[in-house]
């Protein structure tokens, strides 16, 4: 596998034993060849962003625990063979996930031109042929796939559940949706009567509430 960019300004040896210490406290086993191919998705990012602003956290540093480890921490909820995630951006937290997770196929969608443009070029210079971008509106997308997950970082729940039940789900799929502090939206989906599985999250590095909202269909 090819090393990218050489960044001088960057101690790369901190952001790489950052990494390695957030893995090992998540309980995530990770190759050389693994934990390699997620700093090299991090240089990639720090090289987009200077030009197309894919994501607000700049520092390498920070965004082992921001995108790397925070998009990591679900990966013992994720479920069956094929992961939709809805409104990746830059790859997040389908990229870090499709890394770790080879044996699982994943479908990176988003309305956003140049955040799949950055997807498709990542998947490729980083070598996941188990990834798929798309780039699409969830509430127009169709597919023959069905998804046994589909995962969501940053978009608003109304939005994505409607997705959980257009034919987009494999029979007894899941819906996970990434929060942070938890808001009315769990009350909300009680209220129209799901069952929501709350599981709170402890991301490495991160002084900040970050929870898991669990859907399960029939």
């Known amino acids: 596998m090819k090393r990218y960019i050489t960044l001088p300004a960057t101690d ?18 990770a190759t050389d060849k693994q934990r390699a191919c997620l700093i090299d998705l991090l240089k990639l990012l ?28 679900v990966a013992p909820f994720l479920f069956g063979p094929r992961v939709l995630d809805v409104g990746t951006g830059a790859g997040l937290p389908g990229l870090p ?10 479908w ?12 498709r070029q990542a998947s490729l ?6 990834v ?14 069905k998804f046994s997950t589909i995962i969501s970082r940053a978009v608003a729940v109304k939005d994505v559940l409607p997705a959980f ?19 009315e939206s769990v009350d909300e989906l009680i209220k129209a009567g799901y069952a929501p599985i709350i599981h709170p999250l402890q991301v490495p590095f991160l002084q900040a509430p970050r929870h898991l909202i669990e859907l399960r269909s029939a």
Do not use: C
């Open 12 to 29: 790369w040896q901190s952001v790489e034993d950052r990494l390695s210490l957030g893995l090992t406290a998540l309980g995530l086993p």
């Open 46 to 73: 720090v090289r987009w962003n200077r030009v197309y602003s894919l994501t607000a956290v700049r520092d390498p540093l920070e965004m082992v625990a921001r995108h790397l480890l925070d998009s990591l921490a």
């Open 97 to 106: 996930l499709a890394i770790l997770m080879p044996e699982r196929r994943f």
């Open 108 to 119: 990176l969608l988003d309305s956003n031109g140049k955040k799949i443009r950055f997807v």
């Open 125 to 130: 210079d980083l070598g996941l042929p188990n």
């Open 132 to 145: 798929e971008p798309v780039l699409a509106r969830i509430e127009i997308y169709q597919t023959g796939e």
């Open 165 to 183: 039940h257009r034919n987009l789900s494999a029979q007894s799929g899941r819906l996970l949706l990434m929060k942070g502090q938890l808001d």
